[in-house]
């Protein structure tokens, strides 16, 4: 902190401090606040998450990077408020979702990108409750051979 703080900065002082705070803030490993986590770097209070990075207020979570207000989710990163995402890439408020990205307010999505607001969708397409679970089952199956 220079002597005067209420000093300006000049662009290249102020760029070389800025700099050195996001290097710092990168090699910060710590976890804040969290209960029973395991193998979890730079995440703040949350609970029984597993491999993560970077979570915040995120419980149950495994193998997430960058995750805010998230619950039981897999492989994912950049979520903010969702539940139950499995390799799923900066959504919000969405539930239920599969290898989709960029999702608002979304449940039952499965290899999305996009949308906002919708239910039981694979690759952007509508289908009922009934056919949304009969594809997945069969597009899982397909997977674990």
């Known amino acids: 902190m220079p ?25 910060r490993a710590d976890n804040v606040g969290c209960v029973q986590c395991t193998d ?3 995440c703040q209070h949350s609970t029984f998450c ?7 207020r995120c419980h149950y979570c495994t193998r997430c990077e960058r995750c805010v207000d998230c619950s039981h989710c897999t492989d994912c990163r950049e979520l903010s408020g969702c539940k139950h ?19 608002v307010g979304c449940t039952y999505c499965y290899g999305c990108v ?16 009934e056919e949304y679970f009969a594809m997945v089952r069969a597009l899982e199956r397909a997977v674990r051979r």
């Open 50 to 56: 597993v491999d993560g990075r970077g979570l915040t």
């Open 85 to 103: 995402l499995v390799d799923c890439e900066r959504c919000a408020q969405c539930s239920y979702c599969t290898r989709s990205v960029e999702l």
């Open 3 to 27: 002597e005067d703080a209420s000093a300006p900065f000049d662009p290249a002082s102020f760029e070389e401090r800025w700099r050195a705070l996001l290097r710092a803030h990168e090699r």
């Open 40 to 42: 979890c770097q730079a």
């Open 114 to 129: 996009g949308l906002v607001g919708k239910d039981f969708h694979i690759l952007n397409q509508p289908f009922t409750r």
